[in-house]
């Protein structure tokens, strides 16, 4: 009986083997437990990364009109102010050449020419007549100090200056002066063939006016343009009998 009893309980005290599983402990199951949290928390980020460039995608399909609308609007406005501007310049040349005089040659006269074949040296003195008509029935003419020079076949004949003066508008004025050359290198052939054509009345000149112009409208006036009147091939003959050969006009040039 004693014997039995025994045996039942060391039956009962017997424990059945731990599973391995529960033997790894607390730390296991939280470590178990943190793989989970980090699998959830990367589809998670996964997820708001796709909603993000879902929401930065609709974001920039919202934009793109707004910014192509002001780039073309900006286009337009700079494209409007380089049409204002030609415009502006082409009225203001306009203005301009419509407001510039008319200049002839009036009269030409060699008084002197000496040539020293030696030195071959040049001496003459020559009377220069110039007509500055202004056509315009508004605008004021104003001239600033001119630079007169006269040629023939590349040979220099004189120079001289003019003061400036001033034209009222549908009003002529005249220029007389007196050129002179002194001790002016040149070739004695050169020389002896112009010789020639003055004694004969052939002669052939070129007369160069420069300097600066303005233009004066009631209040508004424009100073410092410059411009330079060009008679070329003038004939002593035609001078001679009264006629006025034109000069061209020309704006922003210069000899």
């Known amino acids: 009986m004693s014997s039995l009893t025994l045996r039942v309980v ?73 049409i204002v501007i030609l415009f502006a310049c082409i009225t203001y040349l306009a203005l301009l050449k419509a407001g510039m005089p008319k200049v002839y040659v009036r009269a030409f006269n060699v008084s002197q020419f000496e040539v020293d074949e030696g030195s071959q040296k040049m001496n003459d003195v020559i009377g220069l007549r110039l007509l500055f008509s202004n056509k315009n029935d ?24 003019v003061d400036g003066f001033y034209q009222m508008p549908l009003n002529d004025t005249t220029l007389d002066m007196i050129m002179t050359a002194n001790n002016v290198d040149v070739n004695t052939d050169a020389a002896d063939d112009l010789k020639a054509d003055i004694k004969s009345n052939e002669m052939v000149f070129d007369v160069y006016a420069g300097g600066n112009i303005g233009f004066k409208v009631g209040s508004l006036e424009i100073n410092n343009v410059p411009f330079l009147a060009s008679c070329n091939q ?22």
């Not at 003959?237 to 006009?249: E, I, S, T, W, Y």
């Open 234 to 255: 003038i004939k002593l003959m035609d001078v001679d009998f009264g006629k006025r050969p034109p000069c061209d006009v020309k704006l922003f040039s210069s000899r």
């Open 10 to 82: 060391v039956v009962m005290m017997e424990v059945p083997p731990r599973n391995p599983a529960l033997q790894r402990g607390p730390s296991s199951r939280r470590s178990s437990g943190h793989m989970s949290l980090g699998v959830h928390d990367r589809r998670m980020s996964s997820t708001l990364n796709e909603s993000d460039s879902s929401i930065d995608h609709l974001d920039n399909g919202r934009y793109h009109p707004y910014w192509f609308a002001c780039c073309a609007w900006s286009c337009f406005i700079l494209f409007f102010f380089i």
């Open 138 to 161: 508004k605008l004021k003419l104003l001239y600033g100090p001119l630079s007169i020079v006269t040629t023939s076949e590349d040979i220099l004949l004189g120079k001289n200056n």
